[in-house]
């Protein structure tokens, strides 16, 4: 069974910076695609940042310049995450493409404070 846990939310001011990760039960290369979304209450989970296997990466124009995934060669996808804004609050979801199956990990809360 695929699982996927993140972990790295928490509380930063304005400006902070913080670094989620998303630990795989299984080979993180076995993954077409990696994402992050997040979601805030009353709103649609929307697409922050994603790595396909060849290692191309894609950003949503809110967060370009500000974010960065990546990963190792294990189990593990990074979102490393700078400059902070308010907007930025949210819960934040790691999702893996595995056979033609979206995986969703339980997310990990992200709170800026201004």
């Known amino acids: 069974q695929v699982q996927l846990v993140e972990s790295g939310g928490g509380l930063v001011q304005t400006g902070g910076s913080l670094r989620l990760s998303c630990v795989a039960s299984?080979?993180?290369?076995?993954?077409?695609?990696m994402s992050w979304y997040r979601q805030t209450p009353g709103k649609q989970r929307e697409f922050v940042a994603g790595?396909?296997?060849?290692?191309?990466t894609k950003y949503a124009d809110s967060v370009k310049g500000r974010f960065t995934i990546s990963r190792d060669k294990v189990s593990t996808v990074y979102l490393q995450m700078n400059n902070l804004e308010p907007d930025d609050t949210a819960v934040y979801y790691c999702?893996?493409?595995?056979?033609?199956?979206?995986?969703w990990g339980q997310g990990t809360q992200v709170t800026v404070s201004s």
């Open positions: 999702k893996g493409v595995f056979r033609a199956r979206d995986h």
């Open positions: 299984i080979n993180i290369f076995s993954f077409t695609a």
């Open positions: 790595i396909v296997g060849g290692g191309t």
